[in-house]
Nanobody, 121 residues
Framework: QVQLVESGGGLVQAGGSLRLSCAAS????????MGWYRQAPGKQRELVAT????????DYADSVKGRFTISRDNAQNTVDLQMSGLKPEDTAVYYC??????????????WGQGTQVTVSS
């Protein structure tokens, strides 16, 4: 019984910044890689950024490279997404993703409920 909960979404002006947070909770056996995805209306869910278990390796979508920064705190079981230079096209529901294992289930991908990010022009 584990879950991911996102927070930090909201409305921001173009060019502004926003920080999203995701916390894993429950009977967690282990957490491997984590990431952020987003889905805009009428579009497929797309990768935004991922981060390795140790936090030493990251990967970003070309569209956000240089503007977004993903980080994690393994002591707190959290992953953050610092977003700057936001553009209207960044508007989407942002989902936290983690490859985790609970004490009762197999390793698998888990998804948060999503948090809305709206960038006004």
């Amino acid at each position: 019984q584990v879950q991911l909960v996102e927070s930090g979404g909201g409305l921001v002006q173009a060019g502004g910044s926003l920080r999203l947070s995701c916390a894993a909770s429950g009977s967690i056996f282990g957490i491997s890689y984590m990431g952020w995805y987003r889905q805009a209306p009428g579009k497929q869910r797309e990768l935004v950024a991922t981060i390795s278990t140790s936090g030493e390796s990251t990967d970003y979508a070309d569209s956000v490279k240089g503007r977004f920064t993903i980080s994690r705190d393994n002591a707190q079981n959290t992953v953050d997404l610092q977003m700057s230079g936001l553009k209207p096209e960044d508007t989407a529901v942002y989902y936290c993703n983690a490859y985790m294992k609970s004490f009762s289930n197999r390793w698998r991908d888990y998804w948060g409920q999503g948090t809305q990010v709206t960038v006004s022009s």
